[in-house]
């Protein structure tokens, strides 16, 4: 069973940066498919950015050039450094995990709640205007 705790969410001013971190459990790190979503209130969860097991990455347009999504194979965590946080950036982060299609790849693009089966409880992030 594929298990995953982030941590790092915090509250930040605007323009502010965090680094999430997502430890993954119970299935060999570098085989899976890795993603970051969040959710604000009363919204739905939406995908942030994704990374493969080859290190290929994606992001959604609302944080390109802001957000870096990456993984550290040998240690088991995937990370999201967040630059120039913004107030609509506020919500419930969350990191999700699927295993690598066998003889397949990971999907490329914004990512989407269907593509991983596994998730972590998530992280609060609040920036302050």
């Known amino acids: 069973q594929v298990q995953l705790m982030e941590s790092g969410g915090g509250s930040v001013q605007s323009g502010g940066s965090l680094r999430l971190s997502c430890r993954v459990s119970g299935y060999t790190f570098s085989r899976l498919c890795l993603g970051w979503f969040r959710q604000a209130p009363g919204k739905e969860r939406e995908g942030v950015a994704a990374i493969g097991s080859d290190g290929s990455t994606s992001y959604a347009d609302s944080v390109k050039g802001r957000f870096t999504v990456s993984k550290d194979n040998a240690d088991n965590t995937l990370y999201l450094l967040m630059n120039s946080l913004k107030p609509e950036d506020t919500g419930l982060y969350y990191c999700?995990?699927?295993?690598?299609?066998?003889?397949?790849?990971?999907?490329?693009?914004?990512?989407?709640?269907?593509?991983?089966?596994?998730w972590g409880q998530g992280t609060q992030v609040t920036v302050s205007s």
């Open positions: 999700a995990a699927d295993r690598q299609p066998s003889g397949g790849y990971c999907y490329t693009g914004v990512p989407e709640n269907n593509w991983y089966n596994y």
